[in-house]
């Protein structure tokens, strides 16, 4: 690995050097040697406008690999449009105006919808062509996630997996071993039971054992893993009311209600449940992998990551992937450019960047197993995000209509997660709700 490096970096201060010693053009015509072989994107001068969310060291770090492509591409004008709220009002309302971006951030779900609507362009051909960049190079889970009716229309720039993030200082306190692979859902509970805690004697609980988010992608981890599922393989019929969904529900709402072990919406109030780990507020919690960033600022005690812990019903765990890709629009009017710009982000350099930071895991299966990514702590265990089998990964399912899918699993399970209404009634709803969205 550290050869492959080693001349990697010799490769890149080669091209860096060639090109700062390539002759420039003047405003009187001077005979200059012809480039060998131009490339479509490099014979004349375009723009492009590049369009994504994130927060403002995001912004600021993508503006600064975008100056370096544009340094590296005199010929390619980039235009950057950061949208760190509602970024799928923008995008849409670009589209709308016939002025869409040529490069934008992509979700799973909402390329089914601009794919459907034939507004993204395939990126087969670039994919079997180019040798730097092709779909060889990626986890196959990603390059099916954005596949939509056989035609692949984005580039996946990284993804992450759901783990449990444990706070290593409260269960060196209480004597308790760390969660590993061997862990179930009972052990999480016996554990969280352990750690719960009134610290300062006033009858009210300050200290919790546990704590999630209840977003479809964390609780999905849950669903699966016991063997249940949110919607039919075709997609035809919500699932949410059988069995194994139900049970996988029930246990964390009793964490909550039942034994409490953790806090309901109510008992977080203005707190998230992730703001409630970082603060030594929760022993456990379970998110996805994008979150090492940000916990690497904690200064008052130690955490690291074990898988999603282990189904007594099946035996089996699951997790649910968040993925995001670069993605083409059809309309696009250069777009060989926009292909350059796309490697430039996914490509050897991309991945590097990903992977030492501690953003996401790298899309590429190479630099996702690199000790760039795996030794970079913490956590010390970073690699429990590639570790799940592929039987193990799932997605949470996506339909073209999948905002009422989202308004659905906000509102109609609210009441559950306040204790407010059964989990039988409230998947019910959902049900009923979506029912009208789902393909016939």
């Known amino acids: 690995m550290k050869k492959l490096m080693i001349t990697g970096l010799m490769v890149t201060i080669i091209a860096l050097i060639v090109a700062a010693c390539a002759p420039k053009a003047t405003p009187t015509p001077t005979p200059v040697p012809a480039p060998a072989t131009p490339t479509p994107a490099e014979k004349a001068k375009v723009k492009l406008t590049v369009i994504h969310w994130g927060s403002s060291g995001e912004r600021d770090l993508y503006a600064g690999w975008i100056k370096q492509f544009m340094e590296e591409h005199p010929n390619i004008e980039v235009e950057q449009i950061h949208v760190p709220k509602n970024y799928w009002d923008k995008v849409a309302a670009m589209f709308a105006a016939g002025t869409p971006p040529d490069l934008m951030f ?6 089914v919808k601009y794919a459907s609507e034939g507004v993204l362009l395939p990126l087969d051909d670039y994919l079997a062509k180019d040798p730097e960049v092709n779909k060889d190079m990626f986890f196959p889970a990603l390059i099916k996630a954005f596949t939509y009716e056989g035609k692949i229309y984005g580039v996946p720039k990284d993804w992450n997996t759901q783990v449990l993030y444990y706070n290593k200082t409260l269960f060196d306190k209480a004597g308790l071993s760390y969660p590993d692979k061997s862990w179930t859902w009972d052990d999480v509970l016996e554990a969280a039971k352990k750690l719960t805690a009134d610290t300062d004697g006033d009858g009210v609980t300050d200290q919790w054992g546990f704590v999630t988010d209840v977003g479809m992608n964390r609780i999905g981890a849950w669903i699966y893993a016991n063997g249940g599922s949110i919607l039919s393989e075709d997609k035809t019929k919500c699932t949410l009311t059988e069995p194994p969904a139900v049970e996988a529900l029930k246990f964390l709402t009793d964490m909550m209600f039942k034994y409490k072990v953790a806090p309901s919406k109510k008992e977080l109030g203005e707190l998230s449940a992730k703001e409630m780990f970082a603060s030594g507020k929760a022993a456990m919690y379970v998110c996805g992998g994008w979150r090492i960033l940000g916990f690497r600022e904690i200064k008052d005690f130690e955490w690291d990551i074990a898988p999603i812990p282990i189904s007594p019903r099946t035996g089996k765990r699951g997790t649910v992937v968040d993925t995001v890709a670069w993605s083409v629009a059809k309309a696009t009017k250069n ?32 630099y996702a197993r690199s000790d760039a990514f795996v030794k970079s702590t913490p956590p010390e265990h970073r690699s429990v995000l590639i570790e799940y089998t592929e039987d ?14 989202w ?5 109609e399970l609210s009441q559950m997660w306040l204790g407010q209404k059964s989990v039988e009634d409230s998947v019910k709803a959902f049900c009923e709700r979506i029912k009208p969205a789902l393909p016939k």
């Not at 992509?106 to 390329?111: F, K, L, Q, S, V």
Request: hydrophobic content about 40%; glycine content about 8%; overall charge negative.
């Open 392 to 405: 193990e990964i799932h997605y949470y399912p996506v339909i073209p209509n999948m905002g009422e899918m």
């Open 407 to 411: 308004s659905a699993w906000s509102q």
């Open 335 to 366: 777009p060989d450019a926009a292909w350059e710009l796309v490697k430039f982000f996914v490509g050897e350099r991309g991945q590097v960047r990903t992977a030492e930071s501690g953003m996401a895991t790298p899309s590429m299966i190479k």
């Open 106 to 111: 992509m979700g799973y779900p909402e390329m």
